[in-house]
Nanobody, 121 residues
């Protein structure tokens, strides 16, 4: 088993910044991609940003130029730097790993429990 734990959510004013972190309780055998997703009240969960094992990044149009996804040196931590935050960024943010936990486990999605980000004055 593995746990993904997110940190760094909170309340911030419009225009402010937050940095989310996601740590893994154990290394994966192989990771295909990691990412951040978010879900606002009464809305579907949506992709925010992803990063592949080759460090190729992809962003939702709504966050391009404002958010940056990155991985820590040990590859056990995932970050999301969020700048110029807007009220519409308010949501629960979830960490995601698509990969093989062990050599024989097969690829699957793993999710954290989520962290609340609220952008309000």
């Amino acid at each position: 088993q593995v746990q993904l734990v997110e940190f760094g959510g909170g309340l911030v004013q419009p225009g402010g910044s937050l940095r989310l972190s996601c740590t893994q309780s154990r290394p994966f055998f192989m990771i295909n991609a990691m990412g951040w997703y978010r879900q606002a009240p009464r809305k579907e969960r949506e992709l925010v940003a992803t990063i592949t094992s080759g460090n190729r990044t992809n962003y939702a149009d709504s966050v391009k130029g404002r958010f940056t996804i990155s991985r820590g040196d040990t590859k056990l931590t995932l970050y999301l730097q969020m700048n110029s935050l807007k009220p519409e960024d308010t949501a629960v943010y979830y960490c995601n790993v698509l990969g093989y936990l062990t050599m024989t486990s097969g690829p699957r999605n793993y999710w954290g429990q989520g962290t609340q980000v609220t952008v309000s004055s």
